[in-house]
Every structure is written in C-alpha cells, then in structure tokens.
C-alpha cells in the first residue's frame, strides 16, 4: 500500500500521513474483508480448496464468518436453483452495509451448463442481486477467485464514501452526454 | 466395548414442549444446501425431516436432450467430489450396450483414476468430518495431499475439479510419460500422511468422545434403507461390488474390504463409519500399486473411439462401487444418438435416507455428527 512509506515523512519528525479520510476508510475495508462462509454446489469444492493450504484465502485478509451481519461480502458458489435464490436473497438483504458480492462459476454469472435446458435453474445471479465481480470457469481454477478477490479489492479502494449523491449525479451527467453525443 | 451414550427416556413422563428448529439451507455444517427441519425435546432429537431440491439440476431432462457423450459433463456434476468414478458405469453401460471392446490400457488407466479419486473423495471426507468436530489442521493437511492427485488428473484431462474424461470406447487423451512413477510418488505421500491423521485426528481422545457410540446404525436397518459404500460396511457388513460384482480388472487384484467392528464403541457408530473410509484409502493404495505393475505403457487410449455413438434398442443397468456407494445407470436406447431416459440411483440419496432413523435420541449436537459420517453430496441428493 505504500502506507508505511509515508510515514517516514519528515513532517514534524515523521508518523503523521496526509490524505483522505475515505482513502483510510477504504484501504482498511479492502484489505479485512469477510465473507460468508457459504457453499452452494460443485464450485464450492473448489472454494473449499482454495482456503486450505495451497492457496491460502486467508492471506487477503479474509475470514470465514457464518453469519450474515458479520460478513463483508458473499461468494455465491455453484448453481442458483429457484427453490435456493429466495434464500440468497435473504442472506444478501440481512448482511450490513457496504457489501459486495462475488459471482463464482458460470452457474452463478449465466446459468452455465443449465441454461438451455435447466427448467429450475436461475439464470445469473444478478437477476436477484447485484454483482461486483465476475469470475468465469466451470469449475474456476482457484487463481481465478484469487485474481478476482484482487479486483474486489481495487474497487472498494475506489469507492466514494462522502458527497456520494452528487458525484453519482456528475457521474450520469457525463454518461448522457457522451451518450447524446 | 464401553455402554452407549443413547439416551433412553419415556416421551410421556416428561412435560415439556417440543420445540421445531431450522438448520440450513446455508448452516455450514450440512456440506452444502440440505435443510433439516429437526424437533428437539430439551437438547434431545426426537424428530429429523430432510428437505431437499435445493440444488436440483434437472438431470434427466438434459439426459432427454443431450447426444450420449454429451451426457458425460452433467454426470460428472452429480457427485463433483468423485467425478472418475461417476463416469465409469454410465460408459460402461453404453461399452456394453454397443458391444465394445476396451483395449487393456483403457481399463488399467481408468482403475487407476477411479482408485485415485476415490482417495481424494475419502480425504474430503475426513477432513470435512473433522471440521465438523472442531478440528482444522487435518483439513490443511489432508487438502495438501488432494492438490497432489488433482495435478495428476489435471495433466491427463486438463481439468482439476470435473474432468469428462472416460469417452465411450476410451479416454479423452493419453497419460503423460512419467505417469506411473508420479501416482508411486502420490500413493507414498498419501501412506505418510494418513500416518499423521491417524495420530492428529481418529485416534485422539477428544475425537473418539465425540463420535464413538453416537449415531449407531444396526446392520438391518442399514440393509432395510438400501445403504451401500462405506455406511453399510461400518455396520459390519462386508458389501463391496469391486469383490461382491466384480467389474472391470477387479478379480486381478488382492485387497481387502474393510468393514466396521466397533473399535472404541458400537459397531455402526460414526466413529466406524469414519474409520472404514480411512483404512479404505490403504486398500485404494494397495490396489494402484498393483496396477501400475501391470499395466502396459504401449498402445493408443483413443483407437476403439466409435465414430458414431449410436447403441442398439434396448436398456441396461449399470453399477459400479462409487466411494460413497453403489451408483447405478439405468439407461434405454431408442436406437437414435440421444437416450431415450437415463435414471441415476444416487448413492447419497439413499443413504441420506437413513438419517431420521438414526439420529433419533441424540444430542442436536450429535446430529451434526451422525450427518458428517454419513458423508452426503447435495448434488448427488437432488441431481
Ligand atoms: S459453474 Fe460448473 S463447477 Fe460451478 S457450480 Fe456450475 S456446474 Fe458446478
């Protein structure tokens, strides 16, 4: 992160950082973040593999909690049925703000393998929440989740925290008229 | 044999109420998305109800629209912890249907993939059992060993998790040069750790407090419900298809079927059912010893691949000892390439279906337990 590096700044005999309260507030939320521990279906075998010893999730700063209100973001790992999603969306709607969400699988961005046929299969997750990022593979290698933990972390650091409304508001601004354009 | 840990009470003396608990679809203890709807009496069990369909995939349907081969990816996705052995009775089924002839590396290769899975399903298994328990460095160690023999499947058939890779008539591709002294490589490291295990895990005293005497499930029951692999054999009873119905180059080889006698408690507790998977993996190592001996390194995987995959009318039963069990393939043919109707006997199906009976009486905590040994995968249940 470069943090300590600045700390050796020579203000008033170094320890003191200048920045933004939000670049703080998100450099600690990228860096502990929570999920919930939560396994759906084939996909899951692999998440399993990845928090053991070989690959070692808990190196991003990130702890397994099995209960909604303590988790940061959620892995939806495997195939949605429609009997589950009703849950999903429970889990998602009872976990505290900010959350994310990974989606892990075809299954769980598309439909996968069960999208033609899959009479009870959701098709992408998305349909009931929204997603952060995207990991494809049917089942993706763990260095995929890892590279898309990695990119969950870029956007929390990126995040707007204060005067949200209005830079969303310039934001749109600047869509419409590249759009109009 | 010390005395059993079931607690024995009459219903009508006690006035309490009775009270209804959810567990799942997302308890991290049911290995996946199983809810139970459990009625407790104090801290004691007195009903279990499983719900189920939480992961259903509608497999028959696809079976309906798929050509034969194309069915092979959704038969891996049914058991995905044991892939190898899902796919072999259903090409199996079809080899016979149609007459073929499999070269004898084909089937060397394919004894030896399925005796390696069956390994790696055994350590999930245990290491999953085990973090029900509380206990979290056997899973580090036990995943550390799977990463071994999931980079053998992966040089073979490129995938790591599901692999389609038995074809109708052969395999997808042939092994790599230094295959056999890997897997000899794999089957030490395996022998070394389960030494381990057995000092960190099974043997512990806190462990056998646990497990011994709990969930008892008695040799007629078991036959009763149709429970097949490793939760019928720790009941004492030695059914084995690899010796009962030998398929493939089983008769070749000498191994032993392990079978549950109540080391530390009763015989058919968790602590046997637990204890068969582990020595099981021994006679998996024992069995690819043999087979690397004599299995030939010449001759080409893919020669006897049928152009066509065209089988005749007709329908056949297929069964092969899955690691949980027997899984069977009843398969009809209408004479064009796509099957008329597959139906799958889930192994983990029917042996879930023992669960009600057995957990009955025991601690809710206990309950965690009884349904870890019996070792379920959800999309084997729901398909
Ligand atoms: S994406 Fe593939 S591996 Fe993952 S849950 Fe779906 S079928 Fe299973």
């Not at chain 2, 036990?142 to 038995?166: T, V, W």
Request: with cysteine; hydrophobic share 40%.
């Amino acid at each position: 992160m470069g943090l300590l590096n600045k700390l050796d700044d020579p203000y008033y005999g170094g320890g003191i950082i200048l920045g933004k309260v939000e670049d703080i507030l998100n450099w600690g939320r990228s860096k502990s973040d929570w999920y919930l521990q939560f396994g759906l279906a084939c996909c899951a075998i692999e998440f399993m593999a990845m928090n053991a010893s070989h690959f070692d999730f808990m190196r991003f700063g990130c702890i397994p909690r099995t209960s909604p209100r303590q988790a940061d973001f959620i892995i939806i790992s495997g195939t949605v049925t429609f009997k589950m999603a009703e849950r999903i969306k429970k889990l998602y709607e009872q976990m505290a703000e900010p959350k994310y969400v990974i989606s892990m699988g075809s299954c769980s961005n598309s439909g996968g393998p069960y999208w033609e046929h899959g009479y009870h299969v959701l098709k992408g997750v998305d349909r009931i929440i929204p997603v952060d990022v995207y990991v494809p593979g049917c089942p993706p290698r763990p260095e995929a989740l890892e590279e898309g933990m990695i990119r969950l972390q870029e956007k929390i650091n990126q995040q707007a925290i204060f005067n949200k409304r209005k830079r969303i508001a310039e934001e749109d601004k600047q869509k419409e008229l590249i759009i109009n354009n | 044999m010390s005395e059993t840990k079931r607690i024995e009470f009459e219903y009508s003396q006690i006035d309490s109420e009775r009270m209804r608990l959810n567990v799942g679809p997302q308890h991290p203890s049911t290995h996946g998305v199983l809810r139970l709807e459990v009625e407790l009496d104090g801290e004691i069990v007195t009903e279990v109800v499983p719900h189920i369909g939480y992961l259903h995939r509608c497999f028959e349907k696809h079976c309906e629209k798929m050509t034969y081969p194309q069915v092979i990816p959704y038969i891996d996705r049914m058991d995905y912890i044991s892939a190898m052995n899902n796919e072999w009775p259903y090409v199996m089924g079809i080899e016979k249907l149609m007459g073929i002839e499999i070269p004898e590396k084909v089937e060397y290769i394919r004894l030896i993939f399925a005796e390696l899975n069956r390994i790696a399903n055994h350590q999930i298994a245990i290491a999953t059992f085990g973090l029900d328990a509380g206990a979290f460095t056997p899973f580090l160690y036990l995943f550390r060993d799977r990463e071994f023999i999931l980079s053998i499947f992966e040089k073979a058939s490129g995938g790591r998790l599901l692999y389609n890779y038995f074809w109708v008539g052969g395999l997808a591709a042939d092994v790599h040069k230094e295959f056999k002294q890997d897997v000899l490589a794999i089957v030490k490291q395996v022998r070394e750790t389960n030494k381990e295990i057995a000092d960190l895990l099974l043997y512990n005293k806190i462990f056998i407090e646990r497990v011994a005497n709990v969930g008892i499930l008695p040799a007629d029951v078991a036959i009763n419900y149709g429970c097949s692999g490793p939760v019928v054999r720790g009941s004492g009873l030695a059914f084995d298809l690899r010796k009962d119905a030998p398929y493939s180059f089983y008769d070749r080889f000498d191994f032993d079927v392990i079978t549950g006698h109540g080391e530390v408690g009763t015989v058919g507790d968790c602590f046997d059912r637990n204890i068969v998977r582990f020595h099981e993996m021994e006679q998996s190592c024992r069995i690819i010893e043999q087979a690397i001996e004599q299995m030939p390194m010449e001759g080409d995987v893919r020669e006897k691949l049928p152009k066509k995959i065209r089988p005749p009318k007709g329908e056949i039963y297929t069964k092969a000892e899955n690691p949980k069990g027997e899984l069977g393939f009843y398969i009809v043919s209408n004479g064009t390439d796509k099957p008329e109707r597959i139906k799958s006997r889930g192994t983990s199906f029917v042996n879930l279906s023992v669960l009600p009976e057995i957990s009955k009486g025991y601690l809710f905590a206990d309950l965690i337990m009884i349904l870890g040994s019996i070792d379920i995968v959800l999309g084997e249940v729901d398909r």
